[in-house]
């Protein structure tokens, strides 16, 4: 399952109709919020709304239009949660840039490579979020890397199986 490159004529770039652009988030960040209350562990190794924010970006190719899905996906994940509001703004904005900026340069339509992408974005993720809450709001954290790869692995292996799902929803532009 190589990663090749490949030129801008042979780029597809694909949009969505609104009820799935609204939709599919808003499912993604409901689930994020009510799975832990029955499943505890559920939030600590998945992150739906994430997994969302990497298909839209690299389905979509336009590195604007991932910032603002990475920003907003992000926001309202924030408002959900109990952490102050942007932290999760900020670290989906770049993951957003940067997944649609690679899905312009890349062929991310085979399992390997979106295997691979949702690993190393997760990681971005995590490192920015790290970032952001330990030194810019103070907030008391830990960084783990066996528990951040073992969470970047379940990730890109149900970011696999959702992307599958949410193939049917593209329409060529």
Do not use: C
């Not at 690299?58 to 920003?71: H, K, Q, V």
């Amino acid at each position: 399952m190589p990663i090749t490159y490949t030129s801008g004529e042979q780029i597809e770039v694909y949009r969505f109709s609104f009820p799935v652009t609204i939709g599919v988030p808003l499912a993604a960040l409901v689930l994020q919020a009510y799975i832990p209350k029955y499943f505890p562990g559920f939030a600590v190794y998945v992150d739906l709304p994430l997994l969302v924010t990497i298909f839209f970006a690299m389905a979509r190719r336009n590195p604007i239009a991932g910032l603002f899905t990475g920003a907003i996906i992000g926001l309202v994940q924030d408002m959900l949660g109990h952490n102050p509001i942007g932290i999760y703004g900020m670290a989906k904005t770049v993951v957003g840039y940067l997944a649609s900026s690679l899905g312009v340069k890349l062929d991310v339509e085979n399992p390997g490579a979106r295997f691979l992408v949702t690993l190393g974005f997760y990681v971005v993720h995590s490192a920015v979020y790290f970032a952001i809450a330990r030194y810019m709001v103070s907030m008391r954290q830990s960084w783990s890397w066996p528990h951040g790869i073992l969470a970047g692995l379940v990730n890109a292996f149900i970011g696999v199986l959702l992307y599958f799902m949410l193939d049917r929803f593209k329409q060529r532009t």
